[in-house]
């Protein structure tokens, strides 16, 4: 039945008493027909050095039951040269053992967003995401949350002045796990990831999605076989990740998890840098995994930096400082020669 007229009356009363105390205007007044459940908070739009712009906390997918999962993008100043599809996209994947981190922060570096800003400074379109951890979700999820981001990433391309064909990765530590296993396991079935809601909720489109494939990969002392990272008896990030208590990590789960499980000759090129005194991951994961990737025909480049722990760290600041730059550097030149090389 509906509401009799003097009922009306009194409820457009109340609407303009509840407006005028909350002293909401315009749009603010407007009510959808349906709850409206997209962030509709303006997108952070912030300038950096050398014409950079970054737009932060951009919503790349929706998982039901979990909380948005954000990524920012970093522009270069100047718009691709004519006849230049776009630019060379790189995403980083940031670590934390898989259970902390955030898309803003790497090893020893004082200001992460100023160096993935420098790389946009060069011409590259910089993406640095978030995905779920290990308290959240096991894996796979970060690793659907991973390859996700890249499709988003491709599916919005000339939003963001990106060539789709030259996409890059990179990250350090559980990072690197997982730059190592997207950059494998292209048209790996068993790890294919599902497709979720776009950013504002709505359903996921109809037909192919975009690849998650990538043509270049850089880790920084990345773990690629789960194997001997797992001690019997106690638990470890890597139990976390995988969802299994000690000594019960069943041998498919570590495997489908392990880089090196996924290794064939359509491999992208890797470039793999580790401390040499690394007692978080020992420097041998880099190693093998090197042989593994030359042993099929991939290129795999292998920087051993002496007298550096986890995250580069040395005996004094100077060496730190001198074993960070060093990485940073060698990334920049080969990202340089195989994504802008074969433009």
Not at 46 to 53: D, E, I, P, R, Y
Not at 248 to 277: M, W, Y
Request: hydrophobic share 45%.
């Amino acid at each position: 039945m509906p509401p009799k007229p003097r009922h009306r009356r009194r409820l457009a009363s109340l609407l303009l008493a509840s407006i005028a105390a909350l002293g909401v205007v315009g749009k603010a007044q407007e009510v959808a027909p349906r709850p409206v459940l997209d962030d509709r908070l303006p997108m952070r739009e912030l300038k950096l050095a050398n014409g950079v712009k970054v737009i932060a906390d951009i919503n790349y997918a929706v998982v039901p039951g979990f909380r948005p999962l954000t990524l920012d993008v970093y522009l270069p100043g100047s718009a691709p040269k004519a006849g230049v599809p776009g630019a060379p996209l790189l995403v980083f994947i940031h670590g934390g053992g898989w259970s902390a981190g955030h898309s803003r922060q790497s090893a020893a570096f004082a200001d992460w967003p100023g160096v993935l800003a420098s790389f946009a400074a060069r011409g590259y379109v910089v993406a640095s995401l978030n995905y779920r951890l290990s308290g959240e979700a096991p894996a796979p999820a970060a690793i659907h949350d991973v390859k996700n981001a890249v499709r988003w990433l491709r599916a919005h391309a000339e939003r963001f002045a990106i060539d789709p064909q030259h996409v890059g990765v990179f990250g350090g530590s559980a990072g690197g796990q997982l730059a190592a296993l997207l950059g494998t396991s292209c048209g790996v079935e068993s790890l294919a990831a599902p497709i979720y809601a776009d950013q504002n909720g709505a359903p996921a489109p109809q037909g192919p999605p975009p690849s998650d494939c990538v043509q270049s990969v850089v880790v920084w002392y990345g773990i690629f076989d789960f194997a001997p990272m797992l001690p019997p008896t106690v638990k470890t990030g890597a139990h976390g990740y995988l969802g299994c208590e000690p000594g019960k990590c069943a041998a498919a789960q570590i495997a489908a998890q392990s880089a090196t499980t996924h290794v064939d000759h359509n491999d992208p090129p890797f470039l793999l840098i580790h401390g040499e005194r690394d007692k978080t991951v020992p420097v041998a994961q880099s190693i093998a995994f090197a042989a593994a990737l030359t042993k099929v025909g991939v290129r795999a480049d292998l920087e051993v930096i002496p007298d550096v722990d986890h995250s580069f760290i040395g005996a004094d600041a100077a060496t730190t400082r001198a074993a960070n730059l060093l990485a940073l550097r060698k990334t920049v030149d080969f990202f340089d020669q195989t994504l802008r090389g074969s433009r």
